[in-house]
């Protein structure tokens, strides 16, 4: 399918400049990276800016080839891939190539950088995409596919490190408790941190971040302590974070909800559901509370 619909990023604002023959679209984000938007639904961060995306159109002229190259292949070997493309294309419909690209390149005042050069700096922009730039249908929220073939961490990873990051930060800086805790969505992911890496010591904070939740409605985050009355009251002397969440999971024990792969489940379990899950919506349940909707709504 073209880009005939209406999409956004994440990251920000985005606005169409150019398309291709294919029947591709070039953007322009917020901050000035330039995404790519296939004929086929995927997409991908091809340049930081206009300048170096043209440094790679002109360079690489080929270059949706190469977006499945294996990262760690020599100079020698890129250097090889890109001369078979490119003498498919003097040979098709090409015969001027190298004449029109030096043309090009210095109309624009652009540099001749050499192209194993220019395939790294792809691949580097192609592995940004996720989660700031991933390309999304605006009415319907669907996700383009990606670009790129390239290996990669899991996306849970990626999404949760700013979690993990506050999560630490709170453990060792009491006073940045209010901070993270008023902030929609520095307060989801250290949750949705949380949730995967609980300590004895966290109840207290765990709380403070609960009860900030608690003003929005039942949002997914919750779920870490569902029970309404442990978010508001102290813990006992004595009492430890396992006790008071175990407390929690019993009142409501006898409860289900749709768990991630469409089945009723109890609540304990939907807890404990493994992290491959991270954000993603129950079969049967609405998302507009999940993490994932959260951080893009402030952003």
Not at 194 to 202: F, G, L, W
């Amino acid at each position: 399918m073209g880009v005939f619909e209406p999409v956004e990023v994440a990251g920000g604002a985005l606005r169409a400049v150019a398309r291709d023959d294919t029947g591709g679209t070039y953007f322009v984000c917020s901050g000035g990276a330039v995404l790519y938007a296939g004929s086929e639904g995927e997409a991908g961060l091809i340049a930081e800016s206009v300048d170096e995306a043209l440094e790679v159109l002109i360079g690489l002229p080929g270059w949706h080839d190469y977006t499945g190259l294996d990262p760690h292949t020599d100079d020698v070997a890129l250097a090889a891939a890109v001369a078979g493309t490119e003498n498919d294309i003097r040979g098709s419909y090409g015969p001027d190539l190298d004449t029109d690209r030096s043309t090009l390149l210095a109309g624009l005042g652009l540099r001749r950088l050499p192209q194993p050069a220019l395939i790294r700096r792809l691949h580097q922009a192609l592995l940004r995409t996720e989660p700031d730039f991933v390309l999304l249908n605006a009415d319907e929220g669907c996700a383009y596919g990606l670009l790129d073939r390239l290996p990669r961490p899991p996306l849970w990873q990626t999404v949760l490190a700013p979690g993990q990051a506050d999560l630490a930060t709170m453990r060792s800086d009491r006073t940045r408790w209010p901070e993270v805790a008023a902030d929609a969505a520095r307060r989801a992911t250290a949750l949705r941190a949380a949730q995967y890496d609980r300590r004895e010591a966290d109840l207290p904070l765990l709380r403070v971040l609960l009860e900030h939740e608690a003003q929005f409605g039942a949002t997914e985050e919750l779920r870490l302590v569902p029970d309404s009355q442990a978010v508001s009251q102290p813990a006992s002397e004595g009492e430890s974070w396992n006790q008071a969440s175990g407390q929690s999971l019993m009142a409501l024990g006898s409860n289900s909800r749709t768990g991630a792969a469409g089945c009723r489940q109890s609540t304990a379990a939907y807890i404990a559901q493994p992290q491959s899950r991270i954000g993603s919506t129950p079969c049967g349940q609405c998302g507009t509370g999940s993490v994932w909707d959260r951080v893009r709504s402030v952003r």
